[in-house]
C-alpha cells in the first residue's frame, strides 16, 4: 500500500511538473495586450480569413482552431494532426478573434501593404499565446523525413520580371479560372512566398533553394483550363516554364500534434 501511494504522489509530482513547464514556456511568449476571442455568427460568410492591420491590430473571422494553429505556427493543414472533430477545416467552430499588440512591442511599429499578408513572427508568438491560454490549447512537436519538393534554379532563362506594384499582395495562381485555369502567373511574390505558396498546393513543405533575392511577376500560360488533373505535374511544368526547378525529394517535415484543446473561456 505505502508503494502504490508513492507511486501515485510521484505521478502527481511529475504532472505538476511538467503543468509547471508549460505555464513557463507560456509565460516567456509575448502576448497581446488586448484580445477578444467570440463564436462566429452563423449569418457571417467570411471562412478562415485572417487580417493584420498597421499597428498590429489582427482581425480573424470565422477560422477553425486548425487554421489558427497554421497561422501561428507557420505550418500547413497537412502538418497537423489529433483533436476533436470540432477543431478540423471542414466541420469544425469557426471563431472571430480581435486582438492588438502592446505598445511596445515590434508588432506596435507593423507597416504592411496589404492586410491580406500574414503576420510578422512575433505576432505568431503572441497567437500561440493565445492559443494556450483561451483554448488551453496544448501540444507536441517534431520532425519527421517525408516526401517534400526543392524550389532551385533550372537551367533556363529566367522569366521573372520586376513587379509592376510593389504594393500589391504577393500572389501566386491561376491566371483564369479553376485552380489553374489558363496557366499559372504571380504578382509581386519573393521566393520564398511562391515556396510557402506551392507548399500549400502540393501539400508537401517546398524549400527555397533559388538563393534569388527579390520580388516578381511571371506569367506560364497553357491556353487550356484543363491543368488541375495533375497539379504536381502541372506546377513542375510551370516552374519550368519561367526559368525554376522544382523536383520531389525528402526530407524534413515539421508535424504539430494536438494533444489537448476546449473551446475557449469567454471574454
Not at 503572441?126 to 519538393?149: D, N, V, W, Y
Request: aromatic letters at 10%; charged letters at 25%.
Amino acid at each position: 500500500m505505502a508503494a502504490a501511494f508513492a507511486a501515485l504522489a510521484l505521478m502527481d509530482a511529475s504532472a505538476c511538473f511538467a503543468q509547471a513547464q508549460i505555464q513557463d514556456a507560456e509565460a516567456k511568449l509575448p502576448g497581446f495586450e488586448v484580445a477578444s476571442v467570440r463564436p462566429t455568427n452563423p449569418d457571417q460568410q467570411m471562412v478562415n480569413t485572417f487580417l493584420t492591420y498597421p499597428g498590429g491590430r489582427i482581425v480573424a473571422k470565422g477560422c477553425t482552431v486548425s487554421y489558427l494553429i497554421m497561422v501561428a505556427f507557420d505550418v500547413d493543414q497537412f502538418q497537423i494532426s489529433g483533436g476533436p472533430d470540432w477543431v478540423g477545416m471542414a466541420r469544425g467552430d469557426r471563431f472571430d478573434i480581435e486582438a492588438k499588440p502592446p505598445e511596445s512591442s515590434l508588432s506596435a511599429r507593423w507597416e504592411t501593404s496589404s492586410p491580406k499578408i500574414y503576420p510578422g513572427n512575433e505576432e505568431r508568438q503572441m497567437l500561440q499565446r493565445l492559443l494556450a491560454e483561451r483554448f488551453q490549447f496544448r501540444f507536441s512537436r517534431g520532425t519527421k523525413e517525408g516526401a517534400i519538393f526543392i524550389l532551385a534554379k533550372g537551367s533556363k532563362e529566367l522569366k521573372l520580371t520586376p513587379p509592376k506594384d510593389t504594393k500589391s499582395f504577393p500572389w501566386a495562381g491561376a491566371i483564369s479560372g479553376g485552380w489553374f485555369g489558363g496557366g499559372m502567373r504571380g504578382e509581386n511574390i519573393s521566393m520564398p512566398q511562391l515556396a510557402e505558396r506551392l507548399r500549400g498546393f502540393l501539400r508537401r513543405p517546398v524549400l527555397d533553394q533559388t538563393g534569388i533575392d527579390g520580388s516578381f511577376d511571371f506569367e506560364f500560360p497553357t491556353g487550356t483550363d484543363d491543368n488541375d488533373s495533375d497539379i504536381p505535374a502541372f506546377l513542375m511544368s510551370a516552374m519550368k516554364g519561367i526559368g525554376l526547378s522544382l523536383k520531389p525529394s525528402r526530407g524534413p517535415v515539421e508535424t504539430i500534434v494536438i494533444d489537448h484543446v476546449e473551446r475557449p473561456s469567454p471574454n
